[in-house]
């Protein structure tokens, strides 16, 4: 099983990091996420301990993300709930989505059409409420 996770896991984080042709950095709008990761397979998605998986993969892109969230970008980044309802827009595609509130590193969204998934979050950078989130984990209820 373990096996089966880590493969998921590399199989997840190695899609990562590209955005779709044609779009520009200037197209990016303060309040949408710029998504960087490819959507998880069906299931639970795991990165590698110490990896992470929306909207950016690595500790340098965090490092430079959290820079930009200082100078005033992108403010919903600072948000758990915010982050996560934004990545099961934007990675599972769905249309409704509500998440609850933060417990502990974990949020909980759901959806009318979709169902539900607990999101893990972490802050690689700056921790606090100056710090901002980025997905980890993702498993289905």
């Given amino acids: 099983m373990a096996v089966a996770l880590a493969l998921v896991a590399a199989v997840s984080v190695a899609g990562c990091g590209s955005q779709p ?9 303060a309040t949408q996420p710029t998504p960087m990761a490819t959507p ?3 299931g639970s998605t795991f990165a590698a301990p ?5 909207p950016v993969t690595d500790a340098t892109q965090a490092k430079a ?9 992108q403010p919903w980044l600072l948000d ?7 990545y099961a827009t ?4 769905w249309h409704a989505p509500s998440a609850g509130a933060p417990d502990g590193d974990t ?6 059409d979709a169902g539900s998934v607990t999101l893990t979050l972490v802050q690689p950078a700056t921790t606090g409420s100056a710090g901002i989130w980025i997905v980890s ?5």
């Fill in 21 to 29: 042709s044609g779009s520009t950095a200037a197209a990016t709008s």
């Fill in 40 to 42: 998880p397979p069906a």
């Fill in 50 to 54: 110490g990896a992470l998986l929306w």
């Fill in 65 to 73: 993300l959290q820079a930009q969230v200082d100078q005033g970008s």
């Fill in 80 to 86: 758990p709930s915010e982050v996560a309802t934004n």
């Fill in 90 to 93: 934007t990675v599972l595609r």
């Fill in 107 to 112: 949020v909980v969204v759901t959806d009318p």
């Fill in 137 to 141: 984990a993702e498993r289905r209820n």
